[in-house]
């Protein structure tokens, strides 16, 4: 396909203003069947919270108030809690403070609802006593690379220790997961086992095999090390396609290495022995697109759950008509053949506005299919017209072959999202309410369907014989009470099924809920990065923030009691690594959720634009594109283009060089003409001052394309492994560009 052809016929998506998607599906909750926490789960996450919200200023060496937060003894002696009396518990009215140079913690973001009320909950149960920590295991042996670091040694070992357990067959497709960085600042049993139960439900849910997989536990009683064969949940299949210039052929990466392309935890140790091991025993006949042994689980809770990997993993469609097909449904004959069951409700749980749900029967169980109004009047009052339903998007929710469920999220047209606009749904686990497909809807179905009432039939069956509404036919399609009650308890009760063969026990509590919102809401403190540095004192730390050369990096506020966001530690990781001689940070350079990248102290200063200000267009209007290197120094530059279906295209090969105060023009003469407005693309610059090779474009069925470069290769030389193309050289940037 001739490259300027390809680009053009790229499409572009309407504004998500009048799309919408539902979480939901309930207009009358029943009593939840989930009993509350027992009082030892209650003082567990109590724990939890104090440790990774007022431990900075009221914990240790720390004591501020004279409250050390952590002291249970303490606490009620000074009566900053009095048992069963949270409205007396000068701790928990300082956390519920309306003014904000009062409230706790101070300086921070107010303590979520849920944590709130899992304080008071806790206080109201008799502030039982906080749970023991998890003892970090002792590294035997420890290497001088670790000596001022914990857990890293001790988890390396253990992975090795049980790769070689395996066959050498099987060693190739079993991949490793850590919750040990949880210990370094302290966890209870609790925290850990949430860990667990919350990673088995992800992977679970990201499977599209026929049976439940439980992780195995590597290291024991500490149990905070897992392995998976990736066979058992379907991720060794290899659908790729390379394409590289012409030249396009199969290839050996499998559905796990996308999750490795995104990961931006990873180090490597290439002074320790037991990595050397790992690299030749097991990384490099794994075959590992990246040589990261093992994956955080809190992280693999919280993002491979959502978009892309989400939808990636499952294979998902771009367009609700393919997911329909993939699954074997054909509503529309559904419905006129009456197999489908309809109801309608008038206020829902999670939509705003009317809705109406669908529930089909496919191979595996369950399909049901919301369609969401924007408001609740004159043509988008379902009570207009209940038979043909005017809805402008909706979430679909199936069961997967293994009892669990799939979701996918559509605007009016049937485009898949990746997220719902808040102006039609809301997602009150998420701090900004956004629904976004996968976890969103993992954590609010935590029985499978929500329960609900139709609205629609009671309402027809008193009317009359005559009127607009056809009775006849919407009694057809709407079940009756009684019958969708017995439908829904039905498929609740096969996903529950489910979830108790995931967790070994029934469910309780939805797992993901804590795990995820400490990860991605919490606000994260000196103490909490330390821990996942590995690094025991966080003191330490703080000077080593509130230095000149650190300042850069955006973390001055946590050298002076401060906090910041998930998403700013995750930009700066690799530098803070580096910087502290903590190993090789892996750069998650190539991965989709990493648009853009800036080594620190970078002398490239190169910008990418087109020929209008804003980059907003209309169709048939003329685009050029432009990168401009600014810098002193000559760079060498690949241009990647990344349409509205997640494919890419490669519009400028890496080895064009650009000189000092020069611009690079695409295309070199003349000018793309944008086309209808029917979607969003991605302009993406690689740079660097030395060439590198141009990446690889891994293309296959309902998988977004990945741009691959063949960087952290690595091998052993004189007995040690050696890290090779450090992507440490490379800049990237992004830019949207979008038709009005």
């Known amino acids: ?95 519920i403070e309306a003014d904000e140079d009062v409230r706790m913690p101070k300086n921070a973001p107010a303590l979520s609802s849920n944590d709130v009320d899992t304080i008071r909950q806790w206080i109201l149960a008799s502030a039982p006593k906080f749970p023991e920590d998890v003892v970090q295991p002792k590294e035997a042996d420890k290497e001088n690379l670790f000596k001022n670091i914990q857990g890293v040694e001790y988890v390396l070992k253990e992975i090795l220790t049980h790769q070689r357990t395996l066959s050498t067959d099987d060693r190739r497709f079993v991949r490793y997961f850590s919750c040990n960085h949880l210990l370094t600042a302290g966890a209870t049993r609790e925290t850990i086992n949430a860990q667990r139960d919350a990673f088995a439900k992800a992977i679970n849910h990201l499977s599209r095999e026929p049976n439940i997989v439980k992780p195995t536990v590597v290291n024991g009683e500490t149990g905070t090390i897992f392995a998976l064969d990736i066979r058992q949940l379907g991720w060794h299949k290899q659908p790729f396609k390379a394409i590289v210039g012409k030249e396009v052929k199969t290839d050996e990466t ?33 075959g590992l697109i990246r040589p ?38 054909d509503s529309a004959a559904n419905l006129s053949q009456r197999t489908a069951k309809r109801a309608g409700m008038t206020i829902s749980g999670v939509s705003r506005n009317n809705r109406a749900v669908e529930r089909h029967s496919f191979a595996h169980g369950a399909y049901w299919k919301s369609i969401d109004y924007a408001s609740s009047k004159g043509a988008e009052n379902i009570f207009t017209d209940p038979i043909n339903l005017r809805g402008i998007g909706g979430e679909m929710v199936f069961h997967l072959p293994n009892g669990l469920n799939g979701y996918y999220v559509c605007d009016f047209k049937g485009t898949r999202l990746d997220e719902a606009p808040t102006s039609i749904v809301t997602d009150k686990f998420a701090e900004d309410k956004t629904v976004r497909n996968g976890l969103s809807c993992m954590r609010c179905h935590d029985q499978g369907i929500k329960d609900f009432r139709d609205d629609v039939r009671p309402a027809v ?21 009684k019958e969708m009650t017995a439908i829904i308890a039905q498929d609740k009760q096969k996903f529950m099924r489910a979830m108790e063969q995931v967790l070994g026990a029934p469910q309780k509590t939805e797992p993901l809920i804590a795990v995820s919102q400490r990860f991605l809401d919490a606000p994260l403190q000196v103490a909490t990065v330390a821990g996942e540095l590995g690094l025991v004192e966080a003191n330490d730390l703080k000077t080593i923030f509130r230095q000149p050369n650190f300042a850069s990096f955006g973390l001055v506020a946590l050298g002076n009691k401060g906090v910041i966001r998930r998403d700013m530690w995750e930009d700066y990781y690799d530098h803070i690594v580096r910087a502290l001689g903590l190993g090789v940070p892996v750069i998650p350079i190539d991965g989709n959720n990493r648009p853009d990248y800036l080594p620190s102290d970078s ?28 810098g002193r120094g000559s760079v060498f530059v690949e241009l990647i283009g990344t349409g509205t279906k997640g494919e890419k295209i490669v ?22 003409k944008v086309q209808a407005a029917l979607g969003r693309e991605l302009i993406t610059v690689f740079a660097s001052d030395k060439e590198f090779p141009t990446g690889k474009i891994l293309r296959a069925q309902n998988i977004d394309d990945r741009i691959v470069h063949p960087f952290y290769r690595m091998t052993i030389q004189n007995g040690a492994a050696k890290v090779l193309d450090d992507a440490i050289t490379m800049i990237k940037r992004s830019i949207a560009i979008e038709t009005r």
């Open 1 to 95: 396909m001739n490259m300027l052809s390809a680009l053009a016929r790229w499409k572009w998506l309407r504004p998500l203003a009048i799309a919408a998607a539902f979480v939901g599906s309930s207009t009358a909750y029943a009593k939840d069947d989930v009993a509350k926490p027992a009082p030892e789960k209650l003082a567990a996450a109590a724990k939890d919270i104090l440790r990774s919200r007022c431990f900075d200023c009221h914990g240790g060496s720390a004591t501020q108030g004279d409250i050390s937060v952590l002291n249970h003894a303490e606490l009620l002696a000074k009566k900053h809690i009095v048992p069963g009396k949270p409205d007396e518990s000068s701790l928990y009215q300082m956390l």
């Open 254 to 286: 499998n559905l796990y290495d996308l999750v490795l392309l995104e990961y931006p935890y990873a180090i490597l140790y290439q002074d320790s022995l037991t990595f050397d091991s790992l690299l030749t025993e097991y990384m490099s006949p794994a």
């Open 292 to 329: 990261i042994p093992y994956v955080r689980t809190d992280w693999f809770c919280s993002a491979a759950t959502l978009p892309p990997l989400y939808h990636d993993l499952l294979g998902l469609p771009r367009t609700l008509t393919e997911l329909e097909q993939m699954l074997g449904v």
């Open 461 to 481: 069956e008193g009317l009359g014989g005559s009127g607009k509404i056809d009775k006849r036919e919407v009694l057809a399609q709407y079940a009756p009470h």
């Open 603 to 630: 002398p490239l200063d190169v910008v990418i634009s087109t020929d209008k200000k804003n980059n907003v267009f209309a169709p048939g209007d003329e685009l050029v594109i432009f990168v401009e290197n600014k």
């Open 651 to 672: 519009l400028v090969p890496a080895g064009s060089k650009v000189e000092p105060g020069k611009k690079l023009r695409f295309p070199e003469k003349g000018s793309l």
